[in-house]
């Protein structure tokens, strides 16, 4: 079995495939400072849920962080605990994606990997919508290489800094509102994020396929309220797993 751990800035995400076939997955809160062993600790307790051991049956870890300190604690940890080197996607490593951008060096990890599994299953041109802390937009074109994007705060990000930045406003729950015309605060602040970031995602992505031309298949993936996705009028395809399939798919291109 492979291990493949998606590593963001609030959570993260461990997938467990046999083969392609992801069969096991957990999200966490991430922690940049646990240290190797307890993040040992922490992914025994994952496997032991589903009967399974950390010493046993995973062959390999492939890793897409963004942030360094748990990069490296995921690295001595797979030494420790797995007995594997796992391949970290960082500035060198092969990925099979050809990148065009003006220092690659800059890219997330999560970018990467979304755009390796967008080309594979989805061809080009395609747009991937990943919601999380940001939301990020990453760009294939029609010959399957990267050619940029753009990044926006994530709903969760703008709602919590804009109820921290006043008085009165309450912390919400990102459901889906009754109406766009809200009768009260609450209904108003769901409002507000559901439609503006509705709104935000369709503005983006429309813009970014009138520049890539007919036949763009945009993909959203990411931790996010269903209540936006409904909202939103551009995305064909949501998969909360394309981050993990494009780490796994990356393992392939190393040990295919």
Same mark, same amino acid.
């Given at each position: 079995?492979?291990?493949?751990?998606?590593? @963001? +800035?609030?959570?993260?995400?461990?997938? &467990?495939?046999? #083969?392609?076939? %992801?069969?096991?997955?957990?999200?966490?809160?991430?922690?940049?400072?646990?240290?190797?062993?307890? $993040?040992?600790? &922490? $992914?025994?307790?994952? %496997?032991? =849920? *589903?009967?399974?051991?950390?010493?046993?049956?995973?062959?390999?870890?492939? *890793? @897409?962080?963004?942030?360094?300190?748990?990069?490296?604690? &995921?690295?001595?940890?797979?030494?420790?605990?797995? +007995?594997?080197?796992?391949? /970290?996607?960082?500035?060198?490593?092969?990925?099979?994606?050809?990148?065009?951008?003006? +220092?690659?060096?800059?890219?997330?990890?999560?970018?990467?990997?979304?755009?390796?599994?967008?080309?594979?299953?989805?061809? #080009?041109?395609?747009?991937?919508?990943?919601?999380?802390?940001?939301?990020?937009?990453? *760009?294939?074109? @029609?010959?399957?290489?990267?050619?940029?994007?753009?990044?926006?705060? !994530?709903?969760?990000?703008? /709602?919590?800094?804009?109820?921290?930045?006043?008085?009165?406003?309450?912390?919400?729950?990102?459901?889906?509102?009754?109406?766009?015309?809200?009768?009260? =605060?609450?209904?108003?602040?769901?409002?507000?994020?559901?439609? !503006?970031?509705?709104?935000?995602?369709?503005?983006?992505?429309?813009?970014?396929?009138?520049?890539?031309?007919?036949? *763009?298949?945009?993909?959203?993936? !990411?931790?996010?309220? =269903?209540? /936006?996705?409904?909202?939103?009028?551009? $995305?064909?395809?949501?998969?909360?797993?394309?981050? $993990?399939?494009?780490?796994?798919?990356?393992?392939?291109?190393?040990?295919?």
């Amino acid at each position: 079995m492979l291990m493949t751990i998606d590593a @963001g +800035n609030s959570t993260t995400v461990v997938g &467990l495939f046999n #083969g392609d076939e %992801l069969i096991h997955h957990w999200r966490v809160s991430t922690a940049p400072r646990r240290p190797p062993d307890e $993040l040992g600790i &922490l $992914l025994a307790g994952m %496997l032991a =849920t *589903v009967d399974l051991r950390l010493d046993e049956g995973v062959r390999g870890m492939v *890793v @897409g962080s963004v942030v360094p300190t748990v990069t490296e604690a &995921l690295r001595s940890m797979a030494h420790r605990y797995l +007995n594997v080197v796992p391949i /970290v996607i960082e500035p060198g490593v092969r990925t099979g994606l050809a990148i065009h951008h003006d +220092n690659p060096r800059d890219l997330g990890a999560d970018r990467i990997a979304n755009a390796v599994a967008a080309v594979q299953l989805f061809g #080009g041109p395609a747009v991937v919508v990943d919601f999380g802390t940001a939301i990020s937009f990453d *760009v294939i074109d @029609g010959s399957g290489r990267f050619i940029g994007g753009a990044i926006a705060p !994530g709903v969760g990000t703008a /709602v919590d800094a804009l109820v921290e930045r006043t008085a009165r406003l309450p912390t919400i729950e990102i459901d889906a509102p009754a109406e766009v015309v809200a009768t009260s =605060t609450v209904g108003a602040l769901r409002s507000g994020a559901v439609f !503006g970031f509705a709104g935000l995602v369709d503005g983006i992505v429309t813009r970014m396929s009138q520049r890539l031309g007919p036949g *763009v298949t945009v993909v959203s993936t !990411g931790n996010v309220a =269903t209540s /936006v996705l409904e909202a939103c009028t551009t $995305l064909d395809h949501h998969d909360p797993w394309l981050t $993990l399939k494009g780490l796994r798919l990356v393992w392939e291109h190393h040990h295919g």
